[in-house]
């Protein structure tokens, strides 16, 4: 399962990118739609999940950036890479799917009308880049078998 590292890698960093795109389009939509007299925000509860969302999105770019320069130094077939990219890739599957959700909450009917927002094509795509590469219950599994491996190595007792 090691040799789809590469793949899994960038499927994960497009997560990301993808993730952010929703962010941005949320956050210029809020700044520029008027709701009750006001910009939508201005509401608090739009902004937490704007904040909420940038959070989750800068977290996972820092692990994806940790995970670059132990591949850069390392190399892609070391016994620990594919259980981090593992992990790091249904960690952007989700945040991708939590951003969907929340730029198309933000943007109301329009966020779902086709050709308006990338949100829509993204929210469209969004189940290949989930599941390409391997699904998060496979991916899981590596994870653990292959640190359950690394800590029986180590001489863990388990």
Same mark, same amino acid.
């Given at each position: 399962m090691r040799n789809f590292n590469k793949e899994r890698f960038i499927l994960t960093v497009d997560c990301n990118r993808q993730a952010r795109i929703c962010l941005s389009e949320a956050l210029q939509h809020a700044h520029d739609r008027e709701t009750?007299?006001?910009?939508?925000?201005?509401?608090? /509860?739009? &902004?937490?999940?704007l904040a909420a969302l940038a959070? @989750?999105? @800068?977290?996972?770019?820092?692990w994806l950036e940790? /995970?670059?320069?132990?591949v850069? =130094?390392? $190399?892609?077939?070391?016994k620990d890479v594919a259980s &981090?990219?593992?992990l790091a890739k249904i960690q952007g599957g989700r945040i991708v799917e939590q951003a969907v959700r929340e730029s198309q909450q933000i943007h109301g009917g =329009?966020?779902? @009308?086709?050709?308006?927002?990338?949100?829509?094509?993204?929210?469209?795509?969004? &189940?290949?880049?989930?599941? $390409?590469? $391997?699904?998060? @219950?496979?991916?899981?599994?590596?994870a653990w078998r292959e640190e359950h491996r690394r800590a029986s190595d180590r001489g863990a007792k388990l």
């Open positions: 009750f007299g006001k910009p939508l925000a201005s509401n608090q /509860i739009i &902004r937490h999940k959070r @989750e999105v @800068e977290g996972h770019w820092a940790q /995970i670059a320069y132990h850069h =130094i390392h $190399g892609w077939q070391t &981090r990219i593992a =329009i966020g779902y @009308e086709k050709g308006v927002t990338m949100t829509e094509q993204i929210s469209r795509d969004l &189940r290949l880049k989930v599941i $390409g590469g $391997g699904s998060e @219950e496979i991916l899981s599994d590596l």
